[in-house]
């Protein structure tokens, strides 16, 4: 298995759009940062045909240490969620999409 | 946030591009995210995030109108979990330890 990074999806630009190697990586860089600032500001992140990242409310809960078992409690928090679309999962056990799904 | 205004911020902020171009700019970078994903590799993008595809084993599932009994194979499911940055900025700033005060002394209210 191995692991993309940056440099590949950059590399990926410069290779289909043809700009600089320089401004690929701005791009991405950008794009990146773009879906971050928009869920930093707890609004929902909607990608057709890839998915939806969200932000999501958890309320206290009191959890425990699992070494010592002492309880904590766990503050109220927003953590990220993903959720794929039916295309993607469907890319990923090499199935064909069906028109109209997104 | 839709891809179609990710597509529209980024021309207005990039005015020497072309629209299509900046259409081909973010369709690439999902396009190539997905295509590893179908390939079984992983995407890792520091302060951002990873993309891996998870295994799921085969199973027996049940019809939930009929609740007749299925096989349900086995598949590749896509997962994302969020690097420590955007998983810091969306919960509004580093992480702070639990704060309590010295032993003994009360925390005046």
Redesign the interface.
């Known amino acids: 298995m191995n692991t993309i990074t940056r440099a590949q999806l950059a590399e990926a630009i410069y290779a289909q759009v043809g700009l600089s190697r320089n401004e690929s990586a701005a791009l991405l860089e950008d794009v990146l940062e773009r879906i971050s600032a928009a869920l930093e500001s707890g609004r929902p992140v909607k990608i057709s045909a890839f998915g939806t990242f969200s932000v999501r409310q958890k309320g206290m809960r009191v959890g425990r240490n699992p070494k010592t078992g002492v309880e904590v409690p766990i503050m109220p928090r927003r953590v990220l969620s993903f959720r794929p679309s039916q295309v993607l999962k469907a890319r990923l056990n090499g199935e064909a999409v069906r028109a109209g799904d997104e | ?3 179609s205004e ?1 597509i529209a ?2 021309a207005a ?2 005015p020497h ?1 072309r629209q299509p ?1 900046v259409e ?3 369709g ?3 396009d ?3 295509n ?11 302060g ?2 990873a993309f891996s ?1 998870k295994q799921r084993d085969p199973r027996t599932g049940r019809n939930p109108r009929t609740g007749e009994a299925v096989e349900v194979s086995g ?6 979990k ?1 690097g420590k940055e ?2 810091e ?4 700033g580093p992480l702070q330890a ?1 704060k309590r005060s010295p032993r003994g002394t009360v925390t005046p209210s």
């Open positions: 946030m839709t891809k990710l911020q980024l902020a990039n591009l171009d081909l700019i973010v690439t970078i999902f190539e995210i997905t590893a994903l179908a390939r079984g590799d992983r995407v890792e993008l520091r951002f995030g595809a598949k590749s499911v896509p997962y994302f969020p955007l998983r900025r969306v919960n509004g639990p």
